[in-house]
């Protein structure tokens, strides 16, 4: 093997010891840096979605499966006191998050995106009673979805979808051709 063969098998080995590392480092950073975001997230709606004295909305992690190169997370995020036929009422909305970990998440890699991120997060809302109406007009699809990179500096980058909906009952029809949004922090 020539010098310069040995040179770069080094780089290669030395590359890879660091995303392992870095993924596995990363993973155990994830769960402190998932509940400081939610509960910054639910102090500023308290302070800002407020309804007769109560928070409008909260944001609750119901579970977190770490592994090695991902995790999965669930999230439930309430809805208080909104305006019912019979009153106020309450209703939930459940996300599953997909999480690659850092620095080189793959979906990253597969898109030649190859700035470090601490975490690539895939969310979509899952079905439940509070939403089969929302999947049964985007023809049984997840209708909210969403991407997050998440750097080491705490900056994120997101983009959202709401797939387009239609819905019918008798003469009346509601259709939304969707939306696609991007935010950066």
Avoid at 75 to 102: C, F, K, W
Avoid at 150 to 173: I, M, V
Wanted: charged share 20%; aromatic share 8%; hydrophobic share 40%.
């Amino acid at each position: 093997m020539n010098k310069a063969t040995g040179i770069l098998a080094g780089i290669v080995v030395v590359a890879a010891a660091a995303t392992v590392g870095g993924a596995w480092y990363t993973g155990t950073q994830l769960e402190p840096v998932l509940s400081t975001a939610i509960r910054q997230a639910n102090r500023e709606m308290a302070a800002s979605f407020n309804v007769d004295g109560q928070p409008g909305m909260q944001i609750e992690l119901l579970s977190l499966d770490r592994r090695f190169f991902t995790s999965t997370a669930h999230y439930r995020i309430t809805l208080n006191n909104l305006q019912g036929d019979s009153g106020p009422e309450r209703r939930e909305l459940l996300l599953v998050d997909h999480i690659e970990h850092g620095p080189l998440p793959w979906s990253h890699l597969k898109a030649f995106r190859l700035m470090p991120v601490m975490a690539a997060s895939n969310f979509e809302l899952e079905r439940n009673a509070d939403t089969q109406a929302w999947f049964a007009m985007s023809q049984n699809q997840p209708p909210l979805r969403g991407q997050v990179s998440l750097g080491y500096d705490g900056a994120s980058d997101t983009r959202l979808q709401l797939l387009p909906l239609d819905a019918r009952e008798g003469n009346d029809t509601v259709r939304f051709s969707g939306l696609n949004a991007r935010l950066t922090l």
